[in-house]
C-alpha cells in the first residue's frame, strides 16, 4: 500500500478512482465511455450541471455568484483576473507570500498599476505578514490562502471593503470560510477537487464588464458564463472526476467533515514533528499550513535514514519543492488519518 504525500496532482478518494475507472470504460452503463460522449449530450450536461450544483451547495454560495469550470490551471487565472478587471491607469493589490503569489503579482503588471502591500520575502516567506492596510480605492486585493510551496496558510479573511480575490488552489474545500466574501476565487482541481486540466472559478458577476480591453472569447468570464462553461469542448473527464470528488466530500459532512479530519491530521504531524530531534519547522507556528507541511532535517545520516524508511514504507511524495529543498508533506482532502500515523509511526521509531 503507498502513502501518497504529493503536493498536487495528490490523492484522490480511492471510491473516486474506482468509478472514474469503470466510466472510462462504460459511463452509467451506456455502453459508451465518458471519453467518447459529446459535451452537449444531455449525458455530459447532466455531469456539469451537477458538478456546478455541488459546488454552489458545499461552498453555500449566495446568487449572485457563478460557478464555472475553466481550462488552463491557476497559472492561466494569474492573467486572466487582471485582463477582465484592472484597466491600465488603475491600480490592484497583493500581498506577496511566496512562489505562486510572486507570479500573479508579475502577470498583473502587464495589464495594469499593481502595488504589493506587504511581504514575507525577507524570511524566505515562512510567516504571513499582518498590520497592513489595503488602499481603500484599490481595484482589488488579491491573495494566496495557502502557499503550497512554503507552507504557510491564511486561514482568516483580510477585513476590507476592496474586492477580494483569492488564489485558493492549495486549501479550496478543506476548511470552512465564508466563500461569499470573495469577489473572485480560483483553484487548479488537482489537489482538493479532482483532476488535474480544469480550474474551479468562482466569481461576482457584478465586478465584470468594467474594463476598456477587448478581450478574447476564451479569456472573458461573461462569454464562460453565458454559455455555461462550454465556450468550447470542456474537459470532460477531468470534470468528470471534480463530480465524483464533490459527492464524495459530500458524504463525508462537507467542508466541516473534511475540516475536522484535516485538522486531526496536521495536529498529529506537526506534534510529531516538534517533539522529534532532529526534526526542523521553519515557518511561523500560527501560520503553519494544514495541507503543506514542510520541515528540514539537517542532520544528512538522519535525513537519509527517514527517506529509506519513507520509501520502504511506501511513502511518496514527501520530498520539498526544488525551489526549496527540504521535505513537504500534502494533507489534501483524500488522503487519510491512517497515511499520516503511518507516517508520524515511522518518524517517532527513527
Ligand atoms: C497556490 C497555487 N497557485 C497556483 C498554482 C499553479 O497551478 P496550475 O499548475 O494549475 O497552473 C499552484 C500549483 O501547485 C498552486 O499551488
Given at each position: 500500500m503507498k502513502h501518497n504525500f504529493n503536493a498536487g496532482p495528490s490523492i484522490l478518494p480511492k471510491e473516486v478512482f474506482e468509478e472514474a475507472g469503470r466510466a472510462i470504460l462504460n459511463y452509467n452503463n451506456t455502453g459508451l465511455s465518458i471519453l467518447e460522449i459529446g459535451h452537449r449530450t444531455p449525458l455530459f450536461q447532466a455531469v456539469m450541471d451537477e458538478a456546478i450544483g455541488l459546488t454552489n451547495e458545499l461552498m453555500q454560495l449566495d446568487d449572485d455568484h457563478s460557478v464555472l469550470f475553466l481550462h488552463g490551471g491557476a497559472t492561466t487565472q494569474f492573467f486572466q483576473v487582471p485582463m477582465n478587471l484592472?484597466?491600465?491607469n488603475e491600480t490592484a493589490v497583493y500581498l506577496d507570500c511566496g512562489v505562486w503569489g510572486t507570479k500573479a503579482i508579475k502577470e498583473a503588471k502587464l495589464f495594469g498599476q499593481v502595488h504589493v502591500v506587504a511581504s514575507s520575502k525577507d524570511k524566505n516567506y515562512t510567516y504571513i505578514p499582518r498590520g497592513y492596510t489595503i488602499p481603500a480605492d484599490a481595484k482589488y486585493f488579491h491573495y494566496t490562502t495557502n502557499n503550497t510551496i512554503e507552507g504557510t496558510e491564511m486561514l482568516e479573511i483580510p477585513e476590507t471593503n476592496v474586492p477580494l480575490i483569492a488564489?485558493?488552489?492549495?486549501?479550496?474545500?478543506?476548511h470552512v470560510v465564508d466563500f461569499n466574501r470573495f469577489a473572485l476565487i480560483y483553484a487548479g482541481a488537482q489537489k482538493n477537487i479532482g483532476a488535474a486540466g480544469v480550474n474551479l472559478v468562482v466569481l461576482r458577476k457584478d465586478i465584470l464588464g468594467k474594463v476598456n480591453r477587448k478581450l478574447p472569447g476564451m479569456m472573458d468570464y461573461r462569454q464562460h458564463i453565458e454559455a455555461g462553461s462550454m465556450l468550447n469542448t470542456p474537459p470532460v473527464f477531468a470534470i468528470y472526476v471534480c463530480l465524483l470528488t464533490l459527492r464524495w466530500l459530500k458524504k463525508q459532512g462537507g467542508v466541516a467533515g473534511i475540516e475536522k479530519v484535516n485538522k486531526e491530521k496536521a495536529g498529529l504531524l506537526y506534534k510529531t514533528l516538534e517533539s522529534k530531534q532532529g526534526f526542523e519547522l521553519p515557518v511561523a507556528k500560527e501560520d503553519r499550513s494544514r495541507m503543506n507541511v514542510v520541515f528540514r532535517i539537517p542532520d544528512a545520516a538522519l535525513e537519509k535514514k527517514f527517506l529509506d524508511a519513507c520509501q520502504q514504507q511506501g511513502m511518496v511524495g514527501v520530498k520539498g519543492h526544488r525551489s526549496v529543498g527540504g521535505f513537504r508533506v500534502s494533507l489534501y482532502n483524500a488522503l487519510p488519518l491512517e497515511s499520516v500515523k503511518a507516517l508520524t509511526t515511522l518518524i517517532n521509531e527513527l
Open positions: 484592472l484597466n491600465e488564489d485558493m488552489s492549495s486549501d479550496i474545500l478543506s
